[in-house]
Each structure stands twice: as C-alpha cells, then as structure tokens.
C-alpha cells in the first residue's frame, strides 16, 4: 500500500517560516492536499491540489510538491498555527494520509 | 454553509456492528458531484480514510477495511451511513464525515464522534 512519510515534529520561531514535508513514491505525479488540526478540533483543509489555498485560509498557507516530496509552507508563523498537519493523497483509488507533524512555535 | 454532523452510539460491544449516520444541512446531498468520505482518528494518533460513497452509490474502500465496511446514502433524508461489522478495540477512535468532492480534498467535515469498543 502506498505511504506518506511526515516527520513526527517541526519547531518554529514566531515570524519565522515554517516548512512540513511529506514524502512517497513519485509523490510529484499525484495531487497533494494539507490539513491542519487542533486539539479537539476537526481537520481543517488549507492547502489543495499541491499549491492551492481555499477560501479563508491566510496567504502565508503555501505548497509545493515535486518529485517524491510536498511540502506545506507557513511563512511568518504565529502561534495561532501552532497545530497537528497531516499530508493527503490520492493512491489505488484510496485516500492515504501522513502520519502527522505537530508544529510547535516557541 | 455545509455542514455535517455524525450521530450513533459512543458504546459498541466487540464483535458487534458499529452503524453511524452523517446528516447535512445547509445544502442537499444530491446537489453537485460529490463524494461523502467517513474518517477515522484513533487517540493520539493519525487519521484513517476508511472508505466514500457518491450519490449513485458508488463506493471506495479503505482495503484495511473492505471487508467489513458497507456505507449507504439516503437523499430522503440528506443523509449517509457507515456501518462496521465485527469490531474490535482497534476499531476504538474518533469517526468523523466529510464532504469530498474528488480532486479538491475533504473540504467540509463534521465535528466528530468518538466510538468507544468495549465490553
């Protein structure tokens, strides 16, 4: 079965810029989606189709995928981005998700 | 405004049948080309896709579930259900619906519903 690789934790500084990535097979050649979460929350959905942001979700949310690695980018981090990230594909008419990185901004 | 909202019972015994429903409101289930995914989040630990269904009643299953998981969508009453046969205390975790409509990910989900599996 398909895998997406995040690493478990990504420390931040307030303002500085913050990079997730997420890794899998030829993981360019597949639409990557991000969701962040946090505590008690529902996941929320802030950057599709690699690069795109939806409606609501700040400019500093940005994404790139290429080769076998996406990664999620927040720049100017504060601390109300302090949350769990979980990367998303599309693979064997299945939907797999990373294994999650929790950000932390100190 | 979509929203979701899951209902079923928080308590279900081993071996038996874990049967949850997703009501939307704020828009019909039948409109657009959507998908309705269920979602499933052990504590502490990542999410899970267990499986999706389309308003014609197509459906794609997680393989690690496939065996047991039959979903079903009911337009009458805008609603779709998940239903998990013979359970076990793995199948313990937070269960959460979301709307999926295909290539632009799980954009709306509702607040989840934890289903405890225990004797």
């Known amino acids: 079965s398909y895998e997406l690789t995040q690493p478990p934790s990504v420390s931040v500084s307030p303002g500085q810029t913050a990079s997730i990535t997420c890794s899998g097979d030829?993981?360019?050649?597949?639409?990557v989606f991000w969701y962040h979460q946090k505590p008690g929350q529902s996941p929320v959905l802030v950057i599709y189709?690699?690069?795109k942001r939806p409606s609501g979700i700040p400019e500093r949310f940005s994404g790139s995928n290429s080769g076998n690695t996406a990664t999620l980018t927040i720049s100017g981090t504060q601390a109300v981005d302090e949350a769990d990230y979980y990367c998303?594909?599309?693979?064997?008419?299945?939907?797999?998700f990373g294994g999650g990185t929790k950000l932390t901004v100190l | 405004q979509v929203q979701l909202q899951e209902s079923g019972p928080g308590l279900v015994k081993p071996s038996q049948t874990l049967s949850l429903t997703c009501t939307v409101s704020?828009?019909?289930?039948?409109?657009?080309?959507?998908?309705w995914s269920w979602i499933r989040q052990p504590a502490g630990e990542t999410l899970e896709w267990i499986g999706r269904?389309?308003?014609?009643?197509?459906?794609n299953y997680n393989p690690s579930v496939k065996s047991r998981v039959t979903m079903s969508i009911d337009t009458s009453k805008n609603q779709f259900s998940l239903r998990l046969d013979s359970v076990t205390a793995a199948d313990t975790a937070v269960y959460y619906c979301?709307?999926?409509?295909?290539?632009?990910?799980?954009?709306?989900w509702g607040q989840g519903t934890l289903v405890t599996v225990s004797s």
């Open positions: 979301a709307r999926d409509p295909g290539d632009t990910g799980l954009d709306y």
């Open positions: 704020g828009g019909s289930i039948s409109s657009g080309n959507y998908y």
């Open positions: 269904i389309s308003i014609s009643g197509s459906t």
């Open positions: 030829r993981l360019g050649s597949r639409y």
């Open positions: 189709q690699d690069t």
């Open positions: 998303q594909s599309w693979a064997s008419s299945t939907w797999v």
